[in-house]
């Protein structure tokens, strides 16, 4: 009777405890890496390290006309020299980034003099959502737009 009881007990711990020692690889897609292309490419590099303060990491091409960045776990931007289209960058389509104080890092845009603003465009204006975070917006040296906001 203990040896049944023992095995049932078992079983059940078994039961709900594999699903928590088990951890399949998802097939889902995930972010690796975001491209964009620069007219110049030290100009870029200056704007994402010293405005942006994105930390360098590896280039696989070891050469001069691709440069990485760090943009969280796992996720990279990858800036490349290039002949690039020359076009308007619409709002719409941005890069987003989150810090712990928009204040101070709207502060950090100002000693660079990057302009910035709400979503309409409003110079050093921020932008409420509706669930409480702060957000602004600026452009890279390409054109490219990009929000800050203070999402945690």
Known sequence: MKTNTFFRLSALLLMIGLPFFCFAQSNAPSVNHIAICTHDLKKSVAFYSDVMQ?????????????QWFSIGTGAALHVIAGKCPTETHDINTHLCFQVASLPDFMKHLDEYNIKYGDWQGNYKKTLLRADGVLQIYFQDP?????EVNNDK
Request: charged share 30%.
């Open 54 to 66: 994105l930390k360098k990491i590896p280039n696989p091409f070891k050469d001069t006309v691709h």
């Open 142 to 146: 390409d054109g490219y737009w990009i």
